[in-house]
Nanobody
Framework: QVQLVESGGGSVQPGGSLRLSCAAS?????????MGWYRQAPGMQRELVAE???????NYADSVKGRFTISRDNAQNTVSLQMDSLKPEDTAVYYC??????????????WGQGTQVTVSS
């Protein structure tokens, strides 16, 4: 079973930046599969933020394009999310996910515990 541990959340003012990191165990599995970041705000469904294949192909939600950057280090088995120009509507719990396959668009069933991101003045 893959285990995911997120870190890097916190509180920031609008316009600020945060960097989230996710460390995955069971390296062989996660190196082959796409990985992604999702978020869930109170009362809302969980939604895709960004995802990345093992080869570095990325996909972003329209709401974060140009502000967020996803990256991964296959040697370290980590995936990161650099979040710049944060807005109050980015406030949510952010989750790391290992995809079901090497391709994008297929979130898996393994999730991290989540990390809170709060953007407020």
């Amino acid at each position: 079973q893959v285990q995911l541990v997120e870190s890097g959340g916190g509180s920031v003012q609008p316009g600020g930046s945060l960097r989230l990191s996710c460390a995955a165990s069971r390296t062989i599995f996660s190196r082959l599969h796409a990985m992604g970041w999702y978020r869930q705000a109170p009362g809302m469904q969980r939604e895709l933020v960004a995802e990345i294949t093992s080869g570095g192909i990325t996909n972003y939600a329209d709401s974060v394009k140009g502000r967020f950057t996803i990256s991964r280090d296959n040697a370290q088995n980590t995936v990161s999310l650099q979040m710049d120009s944060l807005k109050p509507e980015d406030t949510a719990v952010y989750y790391c996910n290992v995809g079901r396959s090497a391709g994008l668009g297929s979130p898996g069933t393994v999730w991290g515990q989540g990390t809170q991101v709060t953007v407020s003045s």
